[in-house]
């Protein structure tokens, strides 16, 4: 569920941007394509039974490239207060 979660929040912050400044960001939509990859192999990963005991790897590691994409976001959008926190995550 909190994959869903980071995607709808990421595809919002992609529009919101879009919208604002059109494709100013194209490094940003780069990004915003490698984390919705990045979740969707964990996701398709997920539904096979034999990993389910690696689940909680799975998830951290999906979890650290949101954290770090949230982070290069910040700093390609000059949002340098938001680069820290996603460090800390």
Do not use: K
């Not at 869903?4 to 400044?21: M, S, T, Y």
Request: aromatic share 14%; net charge positive.
């Amino acid at each position: 569920m909190a994959l869903w979660i980071a995607l709808f929040g990421n595809l919002l912050f992609a529009l919101e941007r879009f919208v604002h400044f059109g494709f100013r960001f194209q490094m940003l939509y780069l990004q915003m394509v490698d984390f919705v990859c990045v979740c969707a192999v964990g996701l398709l990963v997920l539904r096979v039974r034999e990993y389910w005991p690696r689940a909680i790897l799975i998830a951290r590691v999906v979890m650290i490239v949101a954290a770090l994409q949230t982070a290069g976001s910040a700093i390609i959008d000059r949002d340098l207060s938001t680069v820290p926190f996603a460090y800390v995550l």
